[in-house]
Each structure stands twice: as C-alpha cells, then as structure tokens.
C-alpha cells in the first residue's frame, strides 16, 4: 500500500510539473486575458461536470473572496450552483444545454468562460463555449488529452494524462497559478503584505 501510495504522489508530480511547464506562455496570456476582462468591467463565467464542477466552484470563489492576499472580490461565477436553473433547463429541455442557456442569460461581449472537460468531450460544456463565442466571449478550455473542446475555445490548456483524478489536479493547481498571476497583476501594491 506504501508503494501505492508514493506512486500515485509521484505520478501527480509528474503531470502537473510537464502540464505547468509545457503551457508557461498559455499561462501567461491566459492571465493577462483575465486581468483584461476584470479591468474593463467584465466577468468570468466558470463551468463543468462532476468534479470539474466543483473545480468551476474552488476557481470562482478564489476570485470572488480572494486567493493570497486582501483585496477587493472580482467577478466570477460557477454556473454549476444553481440547482433549480439546471433542473428546470435539464427537464424542460435537456441537460446539454444547462450551461449554454446560462451564458446567453449572463454572458457579455468580453466576458470570459472558462470551460472545463477532463475528457474534453461534455456536450453540455462544449455548447457553452459555442454560445460564449457566439456572444463575443474570450473562451478558455481547461481538457485532458483534447476532444473537441480543444477545437472550439480560444485558449486550450491539455493534460497529457488518461486517468481523471491527475488531469483534475493538473486543472486545480492551473486555477491556483491563474489567481496568484491575476493577484500580482492587478494589485502588485498588496503583494507581500499577507
């Protein structure tokens, strides 16, 4: 079990450490693209399934309450939480259009939506960066090995990996990076004062 145990912890290590060193410039003009969406009075709209529906959550809240140091909150939103908006869109509709419908309801022109499919293959996440683009939202598609999300967002940040537990840790330890850059970026007068 021991073994186990050091296996899986090495082999987390080894996605996320070619994943973050394979994407720096992605990285880097994925936050520059979030700071520009912030600064210019616009939102980003997060969303996926499962656990990439609680990763859509963790990133959100990082940016509305704050990551590392104190700040005022920036606007982003899961669209993963609202039960009674993803019931009735999946009962009177269908359940691939539980996201979509939401970003034409919320989604601005420069907005950003980050979508999130460690199979890069969920309908409903991949009609949601449709619409987003539709609208004249920056796309952002957060996959495993691709799918077709990697053929539809603007900027696509994919995990070399095939089990789902490391592309999610890949995925997380990204939305950390992005907030820490965001952070930095927009109020470099704070940082170092937590």
Known sequence: MKNIVLNILQESIR?????????????????????????????????????????????AAEFVNRFQIERPPLAALALTTDTSIITSIGNDYHFDEIFSKQVQALGKKDDVAIGISTSGSSKNVIQAIH????????????TGRGGELAQCADLVFSVKSDITARIQEAHITLGHILCDLVERILFPEKVGNT
């Open 131 to 142: 619409a987003a683009g539709k609208i004249g939202m920056f796309t952002i598609g957060l």
């Open 15 to 59: 996605v996320k450490d070619r994943f973050i060193k394979d994407n720096i410039p992605l990285i880097l003009r994925g936050a520059d693209m979030l700071v520009s969406c912030i600064t210019s009075g616009h939102k980003i709209l997060i969303f996926g399934n499962g656990g990439s529906a609680a990763d859509a959550q963790h990133i």
